[in-house]
């Protein structure tokens, strides 16, 4: 099963990689990684989708609870959320083809942000099926380059709020 944790941890070097570093040591993998400042100075913000059974994924928040730098760790997997992808991708793109590649990306909304004499970059945002099917959709025309980021996600509708405790800080 594909679990969506949100981390909350002090913005400090190393962090990332001892995150990182647990799930390396335990045997878990990370599907995707994200990490960005939060609302409040000092704390940053990790998007990490992970795939395994539900024991698996107690042991891992178990091991993040420990690590000294890590406030909160919640599961949002079973709860109503958005998350979103961003890719850019770059793709043969001929004089003739480049009208059949702009009115292919138009359904997904997607942005052509770049024009080369050979290519076109595409940004696209939205879930991963979304960005997995306008590849799909791009690949014979021939993918140069792919960039793509992990899952950002948010709980919806509740308004998560930061409060500080004694020697911690934690989701509310």
Known sequence: ??????????????????????????????DSITVGPSEEEGLSRMTIVTTGDDQTLEQVMKHLHKLIDVIKVQDISSEPMVGRELALIKVNASASTRPEITHLVEP???AIVDVGRASLVIQITGDSDKIDALIELLRPYGIKELARTGTTAMVRGNVIKMEKTSSRRSFA
């Open 1 to 30: 099963m594909r679990h969506t944790l949100l981390v909350l941890v002090n913005d400090q070097p190393g962090v990332l990689a001892r995150v990182a570093g647990l799930f390396a040591r335990r045997g878990y993998n990370i």
């Open 108 to 110: 997904f909304r997607a």
